[in-house]
T-cell receptor
């Protein structure tokens, strides 16, 4: 049973560039969540999918952020026109309908130059 | 007032003693509560969840919930140096398979002294 997989592990980019991250959830999990975590803070919820439907978005998710889960399996999170404040660890989590407990991947660390 | 509050620590506990970690939350509609452990540079790892008032035990860990006081705690018995980490408290409005995202506290940094 593989866990939640995220790629890439690290991303360094220049301010103003677009970046895309991928998350592959645990195979039997139909719910997928994106969070962002900065140093010294707990993870902050960004958005959530049940199968392919995006059901909840945080006010933290500005217009520059978009997430998709086209076939209800893997998900992508894109950030357009990156800013210094976007530097963070982006975490993906998945859960099944029964327990509802969310299990996290190793995250993608984004650094904006 | 922050939605989920934790003392950031560090909390220093001698090896073999009981570590007590506390968390308060502001939203009375919160229904499910989680404790995650996070080692430096790693992602959060689920330790326990609790939905009902009272205590829930799992090995060396006990979660305690008091909804009237809006208070959640985690006790770690027989603390080991490997328990040294940041412990994150998280709450969610729904129970069980509900869809809401988690709201996390900042975490408490726990140090177990050999």
């Amino acid at each position: 049973d593989t866990g939640v997989s995220q790629n890439p592990r690290h991303k360094i980019t220049k301010r103003g560039q677009n970046v895309t991250f991928r998350c592959d959830p645990i195979s039997e999990h139909n719910r997928l969540y994106w969070y962002r975590q900065t140093l010294g803070q707990g993870p902050e919820f960004l958005t959530y999918f049940q199968n392919e439907a995006q059901l909840e978005k945080s006010r933290l998710l500005s217009d520059r952020f978009s997430a998709e889960r086209p076939k209800g399996s893997f998900s992508t999170l894109e950030i357009q026109r990156t800013e210094q404040g976007d530097s963070a660890m982006y975490l993906c989590a998945s859960s099944s309908g029964q327990a509802g407990s969310q299990h996290f991947g190793d995250g993608t660390r984004l650094s904006i130059l | 007032q922050k939605e989920v509050e934790q003392n950031s620590g560090p909390l220093s506990v001698p090896e073999g003693a009981i570590a007590s970690l506390n968390c308060t939350y502001s939203d009375r509609g919160s229904q499910s509560f989680f404790w995650y452990r996070q080692y430096s540079g790693k992602s959060p790892e689920l330790i326990m969840f609790i939905y009902s008032n009272g205590d829930k035990e799992d090995g060396r860990f006990t979660a305690q919930l008091n909804k009237a006081s809006q208070y959640v705690s985690l006790l770690i018995r027989d603390s080991q140096p490997s328990d040294s980490a940041t412990y994150l408290c998280a709450v969610r409005k729904s129970v069980g398979g509900g869809a809401d995202g988690l709201t996390f506290g900042k975490g408490t940094h726990l140090i177990i002294q050999p």
